[in-house]
């Protein structure tokens, strides 16, 4: 026998207690009678292997002779598998057939009139006998005691609109007597209408809702889109702005430079002639000594003459020096700019920050609060509470516009007003 042969076609394990049936395919006994048994409601019993139908249950064959023989001396080794597990039965989050003996199979229904819930076996009477013709049943919902009168262990058939509640026909009376009563059916349509129009209420609420839904999303894109553009514009012009001092430290540099260069250039000129000059009375001052060592006094009388004419003949230009001759002006003017650019970049980013926080760019509008639907009626509403946004408090204190610094920029200023607004809008 193969190995295919071996095993049940419905729990995959090797046979137990084998049955055949009338198409030849063999299964466990209790594979196969669990298999037909959730069949018994359809009348219609297929083979599962090979799905021959038959119209009325066949009996199983017991398997004898040799091959039951083989088939056990097989499974000798192996232990009896458990059968398989049957999901018709309740579980502990299910409701159980209020029929069933001992291991109890879910309920599928729930019939008003016998207060009772039933398995798909169970109901077929319902389906079946004229007795449950006028019998009512509903999908089966659970919490049966609901549908009983505590008093009275009756069905609830009546609603009391006086107590508002439901109550069965003996409740009218004595208890309710009296009172305005209709039937439950009468009740529901009414009701019915109303839940119509607070759920078309709600369904309009829903449209509206989505409806600024849809706006708030394209005023985000919106917002997104101008937020990323004003970014651009700002880093573009503040990039220009920056251009511009580059161009200007340029041009101050070229200012201190030829300046610098300038003077030293004349002070050059300067310290040359000056040499020249040193040079020349030197050259004098050794002729006066050597003069006045001659002995040849024609000689002495004729060359003094000529160089006493020629020194007073010369007059030297002095050169006057500054010893205070600084660049201090282009500092304390460069300083000036500095300071006079950052009160005016305070002021200004103050300006447009208390521009910008002053508008709102979504709030709830208290002028039209949400209206409570049937069931909040009873409850006092609350206030709605609005949601806007939060505008940032205008800087008034040096303290205040700290906290607008850019990061790492620690360096005191001179401005009254304090460090270098850097606030992102």
């Not at 229904?109 to 079946?128: D, F, G, Q, R, V």
Request: hydrophobic share 30%; net charge neutral.
């Amino acid at each position: 026998m193969s190995s295919d042969q071996d095993n049940c076609h419905l729990c995959k394990e090797y046979l137990r207690d084998p049955v055949s049936i009338p198409c030849g395919h063999i299964f466990c006994s209790v594979c196969l009678k669990t298999y037909w048994d959730h069949a018994d409601h359809t009348g219609s019993y297929l083979c599962p292997q090979c799905k021959v139908t038959y119209n009325k249950r066949p009996t199983p064959r017991r398997m004898g002779g040799s091959r039951l023989s083989s088939i056990q001396r097989s499974t000798e080794s192996f232990p009896p598998p458990p059968p398989s597990p049957d999901y018709n039965f309740a579980g502990p989050q299910d409701v159980g057939c209020d029929i069933c003996i001992g291991k109890k199979h879910k309920a599928v229904k729930t019939c008003l009139m016998c207060l009772a819930s039933y398995c798909e076996k169970h109901l077929k009477p319902h389906y079946e006998s004229n007795t449950f013709k006028r019998h009512k049943l509903v999908d089966e919902i659970g919490h049966l005691d609901r549908q009983i009168c505590p008093q009275h262990q009756k069905g609830l058939e009546l609603f009391c609109r006086t107590d508002d509640m439901c109550i069965c026909v003996l409740c009218t009376v004595k208890e309710h007597k009296g009172h305005d009563m209709v039937s439950a059916e009468q009740e529901r349509a009414d009701e019915q209408q109303r839940l119509g129009a607070t759920q078309a209420e709600i369904q309009e609420k829903i449209h509206d809702r989505l409806k600024q839904m849809e706006e708030l999303k394209q005023a985000v894109d919106s917002l997104k889109n101008s937020a990323h553009t004003a970014l651009q514009e700002c880093e573009k012009m503040f990039a220009d702005m920056m251009r511009s001092i580059e161009r200007m430290q340029q041009e101050m540099t070229k200012l201190i430079s030829s300046n610098k260069r300038a003077a030293l250039n004349n002070a050059e000129g300067h310290m040359e002639r000056l040499n020249h000059e040193i040079a020349d009375l030197k050259r004098r001052d050794n002729e006066i000594t050597q003069l006045s060592r001659t002995e040849d006094h024609i000689h002495f009388i004729q060359s003094y003459h000529m160089l006493i004419a020629q020194t007073e003949a010369e007059e030297l230009p002095t050169v006057s020096v500054n010893p205070y001759f600084t660049f201090g002006p282009v500092t304390k003017a460069v300083s000036e700019m500095k300071q006079h650019l950052n009160e005016f970049s305070n002021d200004e980013l103050v300006r447009v920050a208390k521009a910008v926080n002053k508008m709102t760019f979504c709030q709830l509008d208290e002028s039209k609060k949400r209206q409570s639907i049937k069931s909040e009626e009873a409850v006092t509403s609350s206030s709605v509470q609005v949601y806007k946004s939060i505008p940032v408090q205008e800087p008034q204190h040096r303290n205040d516009f700290l906290k607008y610094n850019r990061p790492g920029d620690n360096r005191p200023s001179r401005s009254r007003r304090g460090h270098r607004v850097s606030h992102q809008l």
